[in-house]
Structure formats: structure tokens, C-alpha cells
């Protein structure tokens, strides 16, 4: 596993290269070597740089779940480039090959029953890109059961359980012949529960942001599998759930221990990452922020003395004008105005003129003039309304200053209520322009069927615009919000900091508004993890949880064992980097014992992870003569071809059934 | 980028190889395909584990624990009156995102 040069330079030209192609790590390295010289990620990252564009191994971030390529799908090689690069990478850590070629015989693994393009593809790269003399393919899962002996191997009667990362296989094998016909494949792994679990807090939580070794960290080091599954769900939700459930249980006779132990929820707090702000940067804000104001000011300033000079200009042509016709009412009006605004006049002078009519008697106006009255009217009460409300809201605000003091705890209730309010809705507005954003929703197809509506050709008249409420529609086709979106979050945060010098435990209390015991929606600074250490493994038990429809592990061991030899069940091999999860072998022991007779025996490989490579290393350094009997050839390649069944050679690790 | 043990002759060829794939027929086109080429009984899809016959069990689709109702509007397992609370306030994309995760890729609509 060190990564040492000196090694690699002595390596001679016949030892052979070691490759354990797997879904979430590729293992290389020469035979002679202790364990393997290279250990990658087999996942290729695009990465784009202004000065290189070129594709490197995966920096592994939040991205990698959505921005990767992998050369596999679904434990299959399938994409031939992204294998040709990790391929370079391998051969070019190894110091292996010159002169346009790699000249070590290789062994290769491949999974059960691999497809003849994923063959196809290796073999056409080995030979063709390296121009290797010789290649090995081989099963994976068996090669991890090899240990030192080939005698031995072909002797052994077990149930291997392959736990990869994208793939599960159970193999059956007696008497060293494995039973192709009942091998079957699960098709979730290591990645599928390591995705499951990411989902389910990052969308409990997402105003949170998880990074990919953060979560790797955490479903390595605090997930497993749930011995009884019924009761570690009863025991997260309390002592009492749990009691009364093993009580029910115990009646009914079933299997039970008293001294199963249960995992306890776990509360990891998350750090607050604030931006730490020096005093000369505010200081520098604060300069430019006045700088601002006093711009601000002086261009206000301008515009006012531009507008009262014009308004004066006006002014002087407007009495000029009056003095050639003197009874001209419109002009006086003009001219009253114009001196309101310009202060020259009271205020109450523009309301003499409006409400002209108000004090003359009906028998000396004409029908119009009247009319003309009875709008006067109208509007005179309005205006004293206005005026009166105006007053009531300075009285209030009077008022409200008087009750802070007096009464505080009713107006602190007023100001929670208040709060309440606004909270509510700003969180429908959300909603809304949520819906917005999708295509599927209400809200966008009205939007399309009345655009539809007003672009429609057949028509005959078109009257659009007579009637002003025809405009309306366009405001139910707008997606723009208004403005009242800011201005309630802006009175939100007004409300709160009253709140706060007011209220010294406010937050305290707003916290316990919204607390529950499932932490849903209160956007704390902490990740609770109770019923996700074991739901993300127990996907191998119940694949319909990520809704994968197949059969469990323990239907699938029932399946694959069914009518060989008994003493399968007490060889059962847990291999892959899916066995070194905790509980996996008691939860399948506890399984299976219910179901059968006979005694079980589950044991965990030596080496789960590095398993493979080792029994190839073990095979190459003692069967050496063997090797070239089993492998096939350059001259074969270029013979035979990949098209053809006989180039493929039959051996005790090989895929191929007669 | 070039490496000292790679065929110099390896980058034409790697293109005939690709069109030869794919001139041959259509069979690589996907993993159904590729199995029926050989008709032998041990292949790709025969090994894969049959469906389930026994009756799936329910777990709340927000915090995992056993569920015993369903929502009507969103189509999610919960548990109690908490996680219906929220997951009627929660937008939609969110309650697609948990049904996406249990399989079902059905869009929800208003």
C-alpha cells in the first residue's frame, strides 16, 4: 500500500500486473508487491480550469454525486474512455511499460456474468492500447475466497455474499464447483445506502450544507445495521414505545434476547461559519456610506431648485396671459395652484376653489352644475375623513408610547401577534413563487391558458381595451412579485429587534413555537442522526425502501441454497467493503436462524476490502506455471478476436459456463 | 497528453474500434440487448434477484419510523400529526424529492 519507487524499478519485465476492478475503488499493483501499490477512486471528474481544461480523478465535494463519471453502471464497464484514463493513470503510477507498450502479463477481474461489451472493451484496451502479452479475467467474489491452496479451493463447500458498492451477488459453491445457475445479483450497494443516507438529512435540513467527506465520515463511523429492526425503530422513539412492543413480542413467543444492545441517537453540532469583519473594512463602509448620503443630498437639492424655477417661470407667463383676459377661470385656478406649491399661498386657498359650489343654493345652477355639486360634495366628505384618520394615527402612535408603559405585557402580546402575522405571510408568498418556478403547477397553467387566450387570432372584433378592467389580466400574467415582499420582511426585522431589547428570553420562546421532537423545520445548528444510522443499511434487508423491487438478502441466501447441501448455511462468507459494517453478520445470523433448522455460521473475510487482490497476488506467486495456461494471449487476440466464445479460457475463477 | 507505454497507433484505431461497435447492429445498445446475443441460461439479467413476494412494509418517508397513514394530496407515508404539519407547509419540490427517493417518479401537480 506504500507507495515506494525503488520497488517498482527492480519489478522485471514477466511479473505480473495485479487489477481488481471495483465500483468504488480499483486496487493495482505488481505481484511481488505486499498488498496493492495503487489504490483510486474509480470515479472521473470533469474539471474545468481557465488555463487547462483536462480531466482529473474526482475531487470528491457535495458535486460528486451529481457531476461524476464512472466507467461502470451497475458493476458493468461501459464507458470505454473514462476506463482508458483511470487505465493511464494506473500504468503511470506503476512505472510500468516503455517503447509503447506494458510489457507484464495482467490479471484482470470482471463481476458474474459480464456482458461481451464490457469484454470487449478491456480486452480491445489491453491489447491494443498497452499491447500486453497476456491477460487473466477473473470473478472478483472468488477470488477473494482463495486463500493459499488451490486444493483446498477446489475442496470447499461455502456461500459467498458479495457486498460491492454499486452490485450484491450470493455464489453458492460445492465442493469447489461453483452452482452458476443459483448465483443471483442485488442491484444496490455501499453507494446506493451512502446516497440514501445524504438525502434524507440533507432535505431534512436545507439550510444546511453537507460536504462529501462529512457525510463518507459520518456513514462510516456511526451507521449500522440494526440487529432487530422493529425494536431499534421502538427504542429511538422512547423507553415507553419500547417496552410495551417487547412485551407484545415476548407473548407471542418469537425470538428475542434481553442483551441486545441498541444504538443511541447521535447530535452532532455544526459550526456557524461567520465572516469575520475587521474595523478598518467597516470603517472604510462607514466613509463610503456618508460619502453617499451627502452625494445623495446635494443631487436632491439640485432637482428641487430646478423644479421651483421652473414652476416661477411658469408662474410669470401664466399672469401675463391673465392680464389680457381677465375672466379666464382656468387660468386663476392654474395660478392658485402653482403658488400652493410653491408656498406663496395657504393651502386652504385650492380648497375655496374646489368646492366652489358647495355654498351656493340649487335654484341658481343648471343641471350640469349640479351634478357638479353632488361630486363636490362626495369628495369634501372623503377629504375630512382623510384628515380625521390622519389625526386618530398620530393620537395612536401618542397612545402606543403611553401603553408600552403602562401595560407592557399587553403590548408585548400585541407584538407577538403582530409577528405572527407577517411570519405567516411571508411564508405563503414562498409558496407561491415556489409554484412559480415549476411548470406543472396551477398557478403557471392558468398563467399559459390566458396568454393562449389573448394571442388567439379568431376573434372577430377585437375590443380589447374598451372596458379598463380588461388590463387587469396582465397582472395575472406577471411573474414579478411586488414590492410588499420586502417591505413585510422589513417590518419583520423592525418587530424583532423591539422583540429583542423588550423580550430578553424572545428567542428562547420562538424556539419553543416551532420545537418537536423530530427537529422538522426549526433550522438549528444540529444534525440529529437516530433513525438514520440504521434505515441507510437496512436497504440490503428491504430494497424497496429506495425502490429497488427485489428480493432481501435473506429471501435471496433462501433462493440460492435451495435443495444444495446443507452445509452451505454453516460457510457462509460476508466479502466486499459492504461486510465491514457493523451488525451485518448478527443481523443475518438472527435472520436465518428463524427460518432454518439447521445449525449457522457466519463468519466475516480476513481482509473484506483487499480481499481480492491478495488471493489474486496469493495465486500468481505460487501457481505461476498455471498463469499462462489460463490466460489468454496477444497471438490469440489477434487470431481469434473478441467476437468468438473460444478465446475466452475456462478456470476455476473464470465466468464462463459450458 | 501522450505516455511513453501507451501504441502510438492507438488513437486511430480507437475510433474504428468505436464505429466498428457500433456499425455492427444496434445489440450494444443497452444491457437487454446485449444479454440476448448469447442465449446461454447464465447471463446478466438471469442472475438478478426475483421481486418480492411478501407485502412491503411502511415507513414514514420524512423520519423513517413505522407509518401507519398517507397523505392524500402528497402521496407521502407519515407517522404523526408533526411530520403532516410538515409536510403540507413544505413545497413541492421537496415532497417530490422524498417520493423520488422511495421510487416514485410521479409529479405532483398545484
Known amino acids: 500500500m506504500n507507495y515506494m519507487r525503488d520497488n517498482y524499478a527492480s519489478a522485471k519485465n514477466d511479473v505480473p500486473i495485479l487489477i481488481d476492478y471495483g465500483a468504488s475503488t480499483i486496487k493495482a499493483g505488481y505481484a511481488t508487491s505486499q498488498g496493492p501499490d495503487v489504490v483510486i477512486r474509480s470515479y472521473i471528474n470533469k474539471f474545468k480550469d481557465s488555463n487547462t481544461q483536462s480531466n482529473q480523478i474526482a475531487q470528491w465535494d457535495t458535486d460528486v454525486f451529481k457531476n461524476y463519471r464512472s466507467p461502470f453502471e451497475k458493476n458493468l464497464i461501459q464507458h470505454s474512455g473514462a476506463l482508458e484514463q483511470l487505465n493511464d493513470f494506473v500504468f503511470e503510477r506503476l512505472q510500468a511499460g516503455k517503447h509503447g507498450r506494458v510489457n507484464h502479463p495482467m490479471i484482470l477481474t470482471e463481476c458474474f456474468a459480464t456482458t461481451d461489451l464490457a469484454r470487449m472493451i478491456v480486452l480491445e484496451q489491453m491489447f491494443e492500447c498497452y499491447q500486453v502479452p497476456s491477460v487473466m479475467l477473473g470473478v472478483d467474489a472468488l477470488f477473494s475466497v482463495f486463500q493459499d491452496d488451490l486444493e483446498a479451493y477446489l475442496k470447499q463447500t461455502q456461500l459467498v455474499v458479495h457486498l460491492g458498492d454499486q452490485t450484491v451477488h450470493v455464489v453458492p459453491i460445492v465442493n469447489g464447483q461453483v452452482i452458476y445457475s443459483n448465483i443471483k445479483r442485488l442491484n444496490l450497494g455501499g453507494l446506493n445506502s451512502l446516497k440514501y443516507f445524504y438525502q434524507t438529512i440533507q432535505l431534512r435540513h436545507p439550510h444546511l450544507k453537507f460536504t462529501y467527506p462529512q457525510i463518507d465520515y459520518w456513514h462510516k463511523s456511526y451507521t449500522a445495521v440494526a440487529i432487530d429492526y422493529q425494536l431499534q425503530l421502538r427504542s429511538f422513539l422512547g423507553p415507553q414505545q419500547y417496552f410495551g412492543y417487547r412485551d407484545k413480542i415476548s407473548e407471542q413467543n418469537r425470538f428475542y434476547d434481553d442483551d441486545l444492545s441498541f444504538l443511541d441517537p447521535i447530535y452532532i453540532d455544526i459550526p456557524i461559519v461567520q465572516k469575520i469583519v475587521s474595523a478598518e473594512d467597516l470603517k472604510r463602509k462607514d466613509e463610503n456610506r456618508q460619502r453617499m448620503r451627502v452625494r445623495l443630498q446635494e443631487s436632491i437639492q439640485q432637482s428641487r431648485q430646478n423644479k421651483k424655477s421652473q414652476l416661477e417661470q411658469q408662474l410669470v407667463a401664466l399672469q401675463q396671459e391673465l392680464e389680457t383676459d381677465q375672466n379666464n377661470d382656468e387660468l386663476k385656478k392654474k395660478i392658485i395652484t402653482l403658488q400652493v406649491k410653491l408656498g406663496q399661498a395657504p393651502k386652504e386657498a385650492l380648497d375655496e376653489l374646489k368646492y366652489n359650489l358647495l355654498n351656493v343654493p340649487d335654484d341658481k345652477l343648471t343641471p350640469s352644475q349640479l351634478n357638479q355639486k353632488r361630486y363636490q360634495k362626495v369628495m369634501y366628505e372623503q377629504a375630512l375623513i382623510k384628515k380625521q384618520k390622519n389625526q386618530e394615527f398620530k393620537q395612536l402612535q401618542k397612545d402606543a408610547n403611553k401603553f408600552k408603559l403602562e401595560e407592557p405585557e399587553k403590548y408585548l402580546q400585541m407584538l407577538y401577534e403582530k409577528r405572527d402575522r407577517i411570519v405567516l405571510s411571508i411564508q405563503e408568498r414562498k409558496k407561491l413563487q415556489q409554484e412559480m418556478n415549476s411548470r406543472n403547477s396551477r398557478f403557471n397553467q392558468k398563467r399559459i391558458q390566458t396568454l393562449a387566450f389573448l394571442g388567439a387570432d379568431d376573434k372577430v372584433e377585437d375590443d380589447f381595451g374598451k372596458d379598463d378592467k380588461d388590463w387587469e389580466i396582465y397582472r395575472s400574467v406577471t411573474k414579478e412579485m411586488d414590492s410588499a415582499d420586502e417591505k413585510s420582511k422589513y417590518k419583520l426585522q423592525e418587530i424583532e429587534q423591539e422583540l429583542k431589547d423588550l423580550d430578553p428570553d424572545f428567542e428562547i420562546k420562538i424556539l419553543k413555537s416551532i420545537a418537536n421532537d423530530h427537529q422538522l423545520g426549526m433550522n438549528l445548528s444540529q444534525v440529529q442522526l437516530s433513525v438514520d444510522r440504521v434505515r441507510c443499511q437496512e436497504i440490503y434487508f428491504q430494497p424497496h425502501l429506495i425502490g429497488v423491487e427485489q428480493q432481501g438478502l435473506v429471501d435471496m441466501i433462501k433462493l440460492s441454497s435451495k435443495g444444495l447441501d446443507k452445509l452451505l448455511l454453516q460457510n457462509i462468507v460476508l466479502t466486499g467493503g459492504g461486510a465491514k459494517t457493523q451488525g451485518i453478520s448478527q443481523r443475518l445470523s438472527k435472520d436465518l436462524i428463524s427460518e432454518y433448522d439447521c445449525p449457522i455460521a457466519i463468519k466475516v473475510a480476513p481482509d473484506p476490502v483487499f480481499g481480492t487482490w491478495l488471493g489474486m497476488k496469493n495465486f500468481s506467486n505460487k501457481y505461476q506455471s498455471m498463469l499462462s495456461q489460463f490466460s489468454i494471449t496477444l497471438d490469440d487476440y489477434n487470431e481469434i478476436g473478441t467476437q468468438k466464445w473460444e478465446i475466452f479460457k475456462q478456470h476455476p475463477f473464470s465466468n464462463i459456463v459450458d | ?110
Open chain 2, 1 to 110: 497528453m501522450s505516455y511513453s507505454f501507451k501504441n502510438s497507433s492507438w488513437q486511430a484505431r480507437k475510433k474504428e474500434l468505436k464505429s466498428r461497435r457500433q456499425s455492427q447492429s444496434r445489440k450494444f445498445n443497452n444491457i437487454k440487448a446485449q444479454v440476448q446475443i448469447n442465449n446461454s441460461a447464465f447471463n446478466y439479467l438471469s442472475i438478478e434477484a426475483p421481486p418480492s413476494l411478501k407485502p412491503a412494509k411502511r415507513y414514514c418517508d420524512v423520519t423513517g419510523f413505522e407509518a401507519k397513514y398517507k397523505d392524500p394530496v402528497t402521496q407521502l407515508y407519515y407517522c404523526d400529526a408533526i411530520v403532516f404539519n410538515y409536510i403540507r407547509n413544505c413545497p413541492k419540490a421537496t415532497a417530490e424529492a422524498y417520493l423520488n427517493i422511495r421510487g416514485c417518479t410521479q409529479k405532483l401537480i398545484s
